[in-house]
């Protein structure tokens, strides 16, 4: 969908030239998320403002859909990909539904059909149409205004986004929620999006592929699991850091690492019974389950090893879970905070699937599943 072919750009002449992107060439499917990383002065932002030419390149190709962007009118080029930038850029004297129809009007959409758009759009992150439609930017929160401006991107329904570190300005409360929102967004639309960000837990989080620079050159171009996994160079494994293993924990879904199988006991069971079954399956902790499937109870090998009695004397209220459609970085977090060697994990009805320990979490991180 995007194909940069030996794009080059150059300020400057002779001596004093300086080279800022210097021969990248990638190719992004249709539908991905590609995030742009490096250092300050790496070529990622100028390389971005290539693909819609608010800078013209030097030397090399962009292609959108197969057509050389080169062939087009920069006004029409840019009128056909959606732009966000970090400062927002709403038009204080327009409305909210004025300032998400700013393309749609350049184009010479009817008003009703754009006015009904922007409707749409403000239902889809949650922004009452009936309330926010009429207001003006100064009458918003700053991330209700990012809100916006994202929105106002995808007004004409662009096949391409540019995104120029679009939650950078947002307190981390509510970049959380919106960088979740527009994956949900994503997972609907799907546009196919260049993404430019200093910060690579959300560049891990964000892309299907992350592009690393430095000094204008692309130093690596693959998935966020392989980019962490197995770093081209030297440059790129310092870059990522030493906890890029940590980092990987945000790719693994709970689901995908999760112990299918699991012990489970009654309240009534000897302790002496129990033990037995768990150590003969290997397993730290077995778990009470009501007629609905869901764990009441949980009841660990530490805690009956060299007792007596029924389970009900020892087992504990099973109140910490981990929902199957979370990360292993949200379970680890869980399995720290309440001191659980094992956590169950469970279906949006609460219902007992698995079970997350410590060897899962190493093994697929060893084994780089995802």
Same mark, same amino acid.
């Given at each position: ?92 004297? $327009? ?95 799907? $546009? ?42 030297? *440059? ?10 940590? $980092? ?5 879904? %709970? ?7 699991? %012990? ?22 077995? *778990? ?33 879970? %981990? ?45 780089? $599943?995802?």
């Amino acid at each position: 969908m995007i194909r940069l072919e030996n794009l080059t750009k150059i300020y400057g002449e002779g001596h004093s030239a300086m080279k800022v992107v210097d021969d990248v060439s990638l190719d992004l499917p249709q539908g991905e998320i590609c995030v742009l990383l490096g250092p300050s002065g790496c070529g990622k932002t100028t390389t971005m403002k290539m693909i819609n030419r608010l800078i013209q390149p030097t030397s090399g190709k962009v292609f959108i859909d197969g057509k050389d962007t080169s062939t087009v009118d920069p006004i029409e080029l840019r009128r056909t990909i959606g732009y966000v930038i970090q400062q927002i850029g709403l038009f204080p004297n $327009k409305t909210i539904e004025d300032n998400i129809c700013v393309v749609p009007d350049l184009l010479g959409w009817d008003r009703p059909k754009s006015r009904a758009r922007a409707k749409e759009l403000l239902d889809l992150v949650g922004l009452q149409p009936d309330l926010f439609l009429k207001r003006y930017p100064r009458e918003l929160s700053g991330g209700q205004q990012q809100r916006v401006g994202v929105l106002r991107a995808l007004a004409a329904d662009p096949p391409v986004m540019l995104m120029d570190e679009p939650f950078g300005a947002i307190d981390p409360i509510n970049r959380e929620v919106i960088q979740e929102e527009f994956l949900k967004i994503q997972k609907k639309i799907r $546009k196919t999006i260049i993404f430019v960000s200093h910060d690579l837990d959300e560049a891990v989080k964000m892309a299907d592929k992350i592009a690393i620079f430095r000094s204008g050159k692309l130093e690596q171009f693959a998935s966020p699991n392989e980019l962490l996994a197995r770093p081209a160079n030297g *440059f790129i494994e310092s870059f990522l850091g030493s906890d890029r293993a940590l $980092k990987r924990l945000r790719l693994v879904s %709970v689901q995908a690492a999760m112990q299918p199988e699991f %012990v489970t006991v009654s309240m009534a069971e000897p302790v002496e019974q129990a033990l037995a079954r768990m150590r003969s399956r290997g397993a730290a902790a077995a *778990f009470v389950v009501n007629a609905e499937g869901r764990a009441e109870a949980v009841l660990t090998v530490e805690a009956i090893e060299g007792h007596s009695g029924s389970i009900a004397d020892f087992a504990q209220p099973a109140t910490v879970s %981990v929902p199957i459609t979370g990360d292993l970085r949200q379970a680890v977090s869980l399995m720290f905070a309440h001191a659980m060697p094992v956590l169950p994990c469970v279906d949006g009805g609460g219902k007992l699937c698995g079970v997350m320990t410590y060897r899962a979490i190493v093994q697929n991180l060893v084994g780089g $599943k995802t």
